[in-house]
């Protein structure tokens, strides 16, 4: 199928925007009455008088449509001065399950008082042929679980709480439903409005005044309001052809980031430029070719990802390109930065974008790998290769004559990914032999083969070809023959055939080996802590430090968004290390690592500063080096009684940055700490978990999105409360944050009142919180404890808590 349509580029679709109204971080009072507000916010709609929710007339878009603010005091069972309110109220509750909190039972919905209006609230109230041999009392994730069925997506139902801050839903005249939430201190955070409605916020304003819930006239400050977030796109081709045409994101690859027509360099920075001069510095580059899993472990869609930030450094725009034509931007601003966001940010963005584009299908027209294809190739990926190497009179071959796709018929593919010698095979186990598949016409194809224990596919062999290149000296023992050009596709891409034989990395110089090796990344880059850098052992450089202030505090994994206390909220960067920042008698600093090791800090010597500790996380390479502190820990005489640990750390960075040093310093925090962490998520691509810090003194709290498969076991002391709830301890003390857990009546029906019963923790497998007990699976009950109290601590903290990183972002 020829391409015989004119691509057009076209104009940028804004879709949404994100605003932050009267922001004010440092302001602790109250200027909402949340609660009045939640009860008085007027809605669209209403409830019938049955208990069951529904319109008593479906409302015109746009509409208020739901409202609901939880304020939750003790994490383990609610109390007198838990507020919890809904509407309409989450539902319907499932049939045949009753709510342990509101009693309600389904169909009908919880009350709008609720404390906890959620699926994990629910027991089965009696016995049914539904669920054939189970209790009642049994909870209904536990049930649901073993029935193998799936959770129902039910309207007005959203299973995560989100505490301290009312939150409102707006249904837009597109069906999109945007967030409204509302902070004690007056600020509200407007997510994903539509671009086009600037009407929102005054009637936001005017409906909050309406509640009475304000501390006077509630008005919008234009210096404390600002757009954040600003997402739009625009297609590569018309969108009436996405079902005909696909873009070849291989041809995208190598042209616009390896070939250097755009690519160069200012600074020492990447960046992508056009013939005007105009340019934007670019990170992040990033291509998904399609053989990335996500964390269902499904192949995810093909797509190119990168960050553009433009000369004068305050926003950021991520470019995600995808495989049906659509590109998508999101402008944000830069670390330190609050300046609003304008349309122009995004336009400008999408202008340079586009004359990148149309220059692109314009070379890669010339180059005869066009970015745009028939539809037709992706539909049939592993039949029409677009690499192939023309047969011998010069016709053009699509189809591979020899490699097929096994995939569609259950077993492997062994096409490699992209379609080279120099590709990947899409299942381990398989490597991509460069003998490939001999075709009729003496050319070779790509195919992934088996990789065995002896023979011409071993591991063995393999290393060997690696080190003293291809053809090797088994080549013919094998029957296996080599010549130039003998291969059936070109290098993805490029005109140029790719080659079967290889040198081995025998025959590289030393500086050809470094090269190849940092391009593979197996050089690690040398950072201050290499040994030729450390000043001295630990041993020695300890004689001069206060031990305890060199003490590093413990950080426990969170394990439920709502812990207890107050906390600031820092992004946790990418390959950064936490050290101390240490300042001994005479000001002189040092980094200390957990390891152990010391080195110098490359900050002048600052006499004042004697004797301060500062905990922080470091990037220790020599190109950004960088230091993150988050706490300090000192006992300097300037700064009489006032200030609490955050202002002096802020005071003590201020003086280091009064002097010279070869280190660069980030204070990132935020004391918004859910608003906070969505935009660190969102904006920062280059973090890899959050830090919560108490102004207790107390534990830190940290946060990534890796889960940890956990099959462990851990005794616990149990004693009854009430119905299937039950208080737990660990020879005779209570763990922390675990006070009650819920147990299947069937489990413990005829069982003592008081007993030692052995659990199976696996957080993969039933995917909730630590403290919501459900991750405890109850096995057998024992004579007597197992494990000492240290112990079970030691266990539950080793657990990463996976929780989802919607619980943040949404």
Not at 183 to 211: C, H, M, Q, W, Y
Not at 614 to 639: A, C, V
């Amino acid at each position: 199928m020829e391409l015989n349509v004119t691509p057009q580029i076209s104009d940028l679709e804004p879709v949404t925007y994100s605003m932050l109204i009267n922001t004010d971080k440092s302001n602790k009072t109250t200027v909402i009455d949340q609660k009045k507000l939640v009860q008085n916010f007027k809605l669209d709609i209403k409830v019938d008088s049955d208990g069951i929710p529904g319109y008593t007339k479906k409302p015109a878009l746009p509409a208020f449509i739901s409202k609901r603010f939880f304020q939750i005091q003790n994490l383990e069972k609610p109390n007198k001065s838990d507020f919890s309110y809904s509407y309409p109220p989450n539902g319907p509750i499932e049939p045949d399950f009753v709510c342990l909190f509101c009693e309600e039972k389904g169909p009908r919905f919880h009350l709008e008082n609720c404390k906890r209006p959620f699926d994990s609230s629910l027991v089965l109230d009696h016995t049914t042929p539904r669920f054939p041999g189970i209790e009642p009392g049994a909870h209904y994730d536990v049930i649901i679980k073993k029935s193998g069925q799936k959770k129902a997506v039910k309207e007005h139902v959203r299973s995560e709480k989100f505490t301290d801050q009312v939150e409102i839903i707006y249904e837009s005249v597109s069906k999109k439903e945007t967030t409204i939430r509302v902070s004690r201190n007056g600020t509200i955070n407007i997510i994903s409005a539509n671009f086009f409605d600037n009407t929102l916020p005054g009637e936001i304003v005017k409906r909050i005044n309406d509640t009475g819930a304000s501390v006077g006239v509630y008005s919008i400050d234009p210096e404390k309001t600002y757009k954040y977030l600003l997402f739009a796109q625009f297609n590569l081709f018309p969108e009436a052809l996405k079902k005909e045409l696909i873009i070849n994101l291989n041809t995208i690859d190598n042209n616009l980031w390896k070939v250097p027509i755009f690519k160069s360099s200012f600074q020492s920075r990447t960046i992508f430029k056009l013939n005007d001069d105009s340019f934007y510095y670019v990170s992040d580059y990033f291509y998904n070719t399609g053989d990335k899993k996500s964390k269902t472990g499904k192949l995810t869609n093909p797509y190119i990802i990168f960050t553009l930030i433009p000369p004068e450094g305050i926003v950021k725009i991520i470019v995600q390109v995808y495989l049906r034509g659509s590109v998508q931007l999101k402008a944000s601003y830069l670390k330190g930065n609050t300046v609003g966001l304008s349309n122009k940010v995004i336009e400008d963005a999408y202008f340079f974008l586009k004359e990148i584009f149309e220059e692109l299908l314009i070379y890669s027209g010339e180059s005869q790998f066009n970015i745009i294809q028939p539809a037709i190739v992706v539909e049939k990926i592993f039949e029409d290769i677009p690499n192939m190497v023309p047969d011998k009179n010069g016709k053009p071959i699509k189809k591979p004559q020899k490699v097929h796709n096994r995939g569609k018929a259950g077993g492997h593919d062994l096409r490699p990914i992209p379609f080279s010698f120099n590709g990947k095979c899409p299942e381990p186990g398989y490597y991509v032999a460069p003998r490939g598949v001999r075709r009729e016409d003496g050319k070779y194809e790509p195919i992934c083969y088996v990789m065995k224990k002896t023979g011409k596919d071993s591991k063995a062999r393999l290393l060997n070809m690696l080190i003293n290149g291809y053809p090797d000296s088994e080549a013919a023992r094998y029957g296996e023959t080599v010549t130039k050009d003998d291969s059936a596709i070109y290098i993805p891409g490029t005109k140029v055939i790719e080659q079967r034989g290889f040198p081995g990395l025998n025959t590289l110089s030393k500086d050809e080996l470094i090269a190849c090796m940092k391009d593979k990344g197996y050089v690690r880059e040398s950072n201050i802590f290499d040994k030729s850098k450390n000043v001295s052992s630990y041993q020695q450089f300890k004689a001069s430090v206060p031990l305890p202030t060199l003490q590093f505090k413990k950080i426990k994994q969170i394990t439920d968004l709502n812990f207890v206390g107050n906390f600031l909220v820092t992004p946790i960067n990418n390959d950064t290390l936490r050290v101390k920042l240490y300042f001994d008698e005479y000001g002189k600093s040092y980094f200390v690592n957990t390891f152990k090791e010391v080195s110098e800090s490359g900050i002048s010597v600052i006499p004042e500063l004697a004797g301060t500790v500062i905990d922080g996380y470091l990037y220790p390479f020599p190109k950004n080096f960088t230091f993150y502190p988050f706490d300090i820990n000192d006992s300097l005489p300037f700064y009489g009684t006032s200030p609490n640990r955050m202002e002096r750390l802020r005071k003590v960075v201020a003086i280091i940055n009064t002097k010279p040093k070869s280190v660069n310093i980030e204070l990132d925090f935020n004391l918004d700490v859910m608003g906070g962490s969505k935009n660190y998520l969102d904006n920062y691509p280059e973090i890899s978990g959050l830090l919560f810090i108490p102004f207790d003194g107390k534990h830190y709290y940290s946060w990534t999105d890796i889960q940890h498969d956990s099959n462990m076991t851990v005794d616990l002391d149990i004693s009854f409360i009430d119905k299937n709830r039950w208080k737990v301890t660990v020879q005779g003390k209570e763990l922390p944050g675990i006070g009650v857990i819920e147990l299947p009546v069937a489990f413990t029906n005829g069982k003592p009142k008081k007993m030692t019963v052995l659990f199976k923790i696996n957080l993969r497998t039933t995917d909730f919180k630590l403290v919501e007990k459900k991750p405890f699976i109850p096995i057998e009950q024992l004579e007597g404890p197992v494990n000492s109290y240290d112990e079970v601590v030691g266990i539950l903290e080793s657990i990463s808590s996976p929780i989802p990183r919607t619980a943040f972002t949404n």
